[in-house]
């Protein structure tokens, strides 16, 4: 796992969530009251580095495919169950591409609760939609460089719970270069991770 990498996409998420209602943008579901339309976020000009003082994540469970950790980035907590894909395809195949992880995040200080996001391990074509799929549903996810989050926000509660009763959930997403890539992430433990966070990330 790149320590780095994963902390620099938690401190972009959070510098984002604090300048737009991004506050669903990457971290773990039940989101409180949330508009039922959440605009995208504006682009940020440049990713911000994870903060000399930020905490390295601290795993604090493990559970099946998903590990459940904690962080202090910005002297922020971030609680956030992580998995990475149990498989990857690419259209045209064997692009290369850097590792994927999907997150749960919470977010006390801002008030987000498991919120869904996907770093998906490459640039996204820009204006480009992806989805999530899971328990027989699609989720439309809006991209933003290597991320992925609900485009609506008001179904993702719904999406959480879907995810903790399923076996396997699908993203799809496209690249800047036009490769098409699927990657099908395990849920075994998600719930049992979850449940930890809830009680190390109290609201």
């Not at 495919?65 to 195949?93: E, I």
């Not at 800047?176 to 992430?185: Q, S």
Request: aromatic content about 6%.
């Amino acid at each position: 796992m790149s320590v780095l990498r994963i902390l620099a996409f938690l401190v972009a998420i959070a510098a984002l969530c604090g300048t737009t209602a991004l506050a669903q943008t990457p971290s773990p579901a039940s989101k409180g009251a949330k508009d039922s339309t959440k605009a995208a976020p504006a682009p940020a000009a440049k990713k911000p580095e994870p903060a000399a003082g930020g905490a390295e994540p601290t795993l604090i469970g493990q559970y099946g495919t998903w590990g459940a950790y904690t962080a202090a980035p910005n002297g922020k907590k971030v609680c956030f169950a992580l998995a990475k894909p149990s498989s990857s395809k690419t259209n045209p195949p064997n692009r290369p591409r850097d590792p994927a992880y999907a997150f749960v995040s919470t977010r006390p200080a801002e008030k987000v609760f498991n919120e869904v996001s996907i770093m998906i391990g490459y640039a996204l074509k820009p204006g480009s939609e992806s989805s999530l799929e899971v328990g027989g549903a699609s989720y439309a996810m809006y991209t933003q460089g290597d991320g992925l989050w609900i485009k609506n926000a008001a179904e993702e509660e719904q999406m959480v719970n879907a995810m903790r009763k399923s076996a396997e959930v699908t993203i799809k997403g496209v690249s800047a270069k036009g490769t098409e890539t699927t990657d099908v992430f395990s849920l075994k433990g998600l719930s049992q991770a979850l449940d930890r966070l809830a009680q190390d990330c109290k609201r």
